[in-house]
């Protein structure tokens, strides 16, 4: 099927198709003016990723 005719419940389902190949993904935050990236290790359940941090670091300032 040629990609530009995929349904949104096709793409859905590869989406879901990649996050389950691997359990780690690169997130980037912004705070206090700076731009930091680290690899995180996640779950997913369908199109939702969960990841675990604590409140005082650095990259849960950049997502709140």
Known sequence: MNR???SIDEKKREI???FEKS???VLATC???RVTARTMSY???G???VF???KNF???QGLF
Request: charged residues 25%; without cysteine; hydrophobic residues 50%.
């Open 4 to 6: 530009a005719t995929l």
């Open 16 to 18: 879901i198709a990649l």
């Open 23 to 25: 359990k780690h993904m």
């Open 31 to 33: 705070a206090d003016g």
């Open 43 to 45: 779950v997913n359940k």
């Open 47 to 49: 199109l939702e990723l």
């Open 52 to 54: 675990g941090t604590d």
């Open 58 to 60: 650095l990259k849960a």
